[in-house]
């Protein structure tokens, strides 16, 4: 514990960024013209399309587009999707007849000069059967009805491909005489057990974290009141918490930390970079050393053939007295973070992700603690206007979700950046990672911690404290972000947007209709629970 809180205060800037940096759940995200609305023969959902490309009768790879509104309903199945012969279009653009007999073929255009639909029924008129259209940037975007077009009754299927794909299936063409595709639309499960999984991973992750603050608040308790009963006053000072090597929030600190992810945030956003995401690594891979050691010296700590070690202390130089224990342990995560680190591309790589990333929230919360309800209102407040700001207003200033954009890692030829947890999604067809941010742990984790320690220092049941409606309300928003991921046609949500309303709002209402709302508010955790204690205050 020595060596986590010293670098803990060494690197104050990369806790803030732990602390405040939420990243979205990242589905499928694609652009949206939001402007034209719905109607008759252009009220198709958009659905991802599987476009998979065969050189001369052998199939070589498979770009992924996007369905337009209008046209047909797409296959599902691949074993009933035709292969059709691909050509390319004269005119490129396919705002006027193309020169080219077409007679069945899947034509590639693009975009650009006229609209999608115009697109759609030059190509359909030609003889074609199907229209691939070439984005501009290497984005999908979600192709649309004018609000003035009437001719909207496209009998074939239109796709949009990313600019890279279509670049590379264009180069195909040229070096092939034979090119054919596929279309089909595999469905996706409404729910995937990965979903599942990270749900249980993110409550799981709370409910230890919060045993071990609680538990480790009630040691420092029975401490304080031997001390008393021994007649050390003077040992019992306002700075007992950070002599235990805790860091306790106020109030001014926890904006602080929201106005530096936002300052970090901006900054990852301008320069997304290969080289940037792995500084951003080194950072997660010191972090997640400090996190995994401190758990597992406290794991092993409770087992008898381990006492005398975690008990025993050395001192290192620049580290000061560190314990035999900690020592030991230190090589194994050092080795483990560094193997994470060299083969993060593998498929099985986000498992060594997900171990150091929840050691490093427990260690967190385990170490970082806001003193009353005050404090966690001013939190979880800023990070809930924060995530809002950041993945759905930052668009009218940086022309894209900023948030977003940071959490994929647009630009780095990295998948994302590494302060997240994610699961591969086991039974979708499209594939991909179910994420979640420390952000969206660490924040409503430390309001939830704090209701346990609460709870077990003013000795209140389960029933009858604060802890079991807060853990309630924290999975409970959690699915709710999920649902709302389901349901928004595989837009990126804030998880804050639902967690925060859902624990801070459980937690003010129900202490208000208990009547101590005014001493969590304003006191927060007992410093003297103990019976004797509180006599000895009574008899003076």
């Known amino acids: 514990m020595e ?47 599987k476009v998979p490309i065969w050189l001369d009768g052998v199939e070589v790879s498979q770009f992924v587009g996007i369905g337009a509104r209008f046209g047909p309903t797409l296959e599902s199945k691949e074993k009933r999707a035709n292969q059709i012969i691909v050509t390319l279009a004269d005119p490129p653009d396919c705002c006027s007849k ?105 409550v799981g992750t709370v409910l230890c974290s919060s045993y071990w603050s609680a538990w480790s608040a009630r040691e420092a308790a029975i401490e304080q009141d031997k001390l008393l009963k021994d007649g050390f006053d003077e040992h019992l000072t306002s700075d007992t918490h950070h002599s235990n090597g805790l860091i306790e929030i106020n109030t001014a600190s926890a904006i602080f930390f929201v106005v530096f992810a936002s300052c970090f945030l901006v900054m990852l956003y301008k320069l997304m970079s290969y080289w940037f995401i792995e500084i951003l690594v080194v950072v997660f891979c010191i972090g997640g050393v400090e996190g995994l050691q401190t758990c597992l010296v406290a794991i092993l700590a409770c087992f008898r053939w381990f006492e005398h070690a975690a008990e025993s202390f050395v001192k ?27 083969y993060r591309s593998a498929s099985i790589a986000w498992i060594g992700q997900d171990i150091l990333g929840i050691a490093l929230i427990i260690t967190v919360l385990q170490i970082v603690r806001i003193p009353n309800l005050k404090v966690g209102t001013v939190l979880l407040s800023c990070s809930f206007l924060y995530d809002i700001f950041w993945v759905f207003l930052s668009k009218r200033w940086f022309h894209k979700s900023v948030m977003i954009v940071v959490a994929r890692g647009d630009g780095s030829g990295e998948d994302g950046i590494p302060m997240l947890l994610k699961i591969p999604r086991m039974f979708d067809p499209w594939g991909g990672y179910s994420i979640i941010g420390f952000g969206d742990i660490i924040i409503p984790g430390l309001l939830v911690t704090f209701s346990l320690r609460y709870d077990w220092l003013s000795k209140k049941s389960l029933k009858a404290g604060y802890f079991l409606w807060a853990m309630l309300a924290y999975g409970l ?64």
């Open 3 to 49: 060596l986590t809180t010293r670098l803990l205060y060494s690197h104050f800037p990369a806790l803030a960024l732990l602390l405040c940096t939420s990243v979205v759940f990242a589905g499928d995200i694609v652009h949206q013209d939001d402007i034209a609305p719905k109607k008759p023969g252009c009220d198709n959902n958009f659905v991802l399309v």
């Open 98 to 202: 193309p020169k080219n007999k077409l007679t069945g073929e899947a034509i590639l255009v693009h975009r650009g000069n006229c609209s999608f639909v115009t697109k759609a029924n030059v190509a359909e008129a030609a003889g074609a059967s199907a229209l691939l259209i070439i984005n501009n940037q290497t984005e999908l975007f979600k192709m649309v009805c004018e609000k003035n077009e009437t001719d909207v009754d496209v009998g074939i299927p239109v796709v949009m491909l990313p600019q890279d794909a279509g670049g590379s299936l264009k180069e195909s063409m040229r070096n092939s005489s034979h090119v054919s595709i596929q279309i089909y639309s595999p469905k996706r499960p409404l729910v995937d057990v990965a979903e599942v999984f990270l749900w249980l991973m993110a």
């Open 477 to 540: 928003g959690l699915l709710v972000t999920y649902v709302a991921l389901n349901l928004m046609d595989g837009h990126g949500q804030p998880a804050l947007l639902y967690i925060v309303p859902s624990t801070l709002g459980t937690l003010i209402t129900l202490a208000n209709k208990r009547g101590d709302l005014k001493h969590l508010w304003t006191v927060g955790e007992p410093y003297r629970p103990c019976p004797h204690v509180r006599l000895e205050r009574d008899e003076q």
């Open 316 to 342: 290192v130089p620049v580290l000061g007295s560190v314990s035999y224990l900690t020592l030991a342990v230190s090589p194994i995560c050092i080795a483990f973070s560094v193997l994470w680190a060299v």
